[in-house]
């Protein structure tokens, strides 16, 4: 009887696990919906500013470090092209590829061009990533029990062929 109980609550932690790793994608796509949504906050500020203000591009960046990417660019600004800076600081930011290539390329407009313009691609630019973050949020309301299911299904047939 021991043995039974034994591959039994094995067979349990085995789906568990599943059911863990299904949730594991949804955090992943949590944590990429914040990061979209503080990037097109920081963009709507960094427009605003150039465009009321005029800041000055250093002052502008340290003004805005409480977003991870414009720490980035902050802490190797004037060691590098900025453009280029930007382009590596927006290729690590844990966000869908797509909106990443975004971003970088918002690094040939900053610092180039008159405030309007460079506000202008800002303010596009916010908007892109301000939808995909609500279509991710989409995503995870429609397939929050998805995944977990799907990770306990799996979870579950492992258990079933190892025992």
Known sequence: ??????????????????????????????????????LSAALG???????ALRTPLPQLFMKLEDCPFFLLVSAGFGGEALERL????????????????????????VGRYEAERQAAELDLARQTLAESAAALEREISARARHYAGLGAALGGMLAVLLF
């Open 45 to 51: 500020r960094m427009a605003a500013e150039l465009t």
């Open 1 to 38: 009887m021991t043995g039974i109980a034994l591959r039994m609550a094995g067979a349990a932690l085995l789906a568990l696990a599943g059911a863990l790793l299904g949730g594991e994608k949804q955090r992943e796509l949590r944590a990429q919906k914040r990061g979209l949504e503080q």
């Open 86 to 109: 930007w382009r590596r600081a927006a290729e690590v930011q844990n966000i869908p590829k797509k909106d990443r290539e975004t971003l970088a390329g918002l690094g040939a407009v």
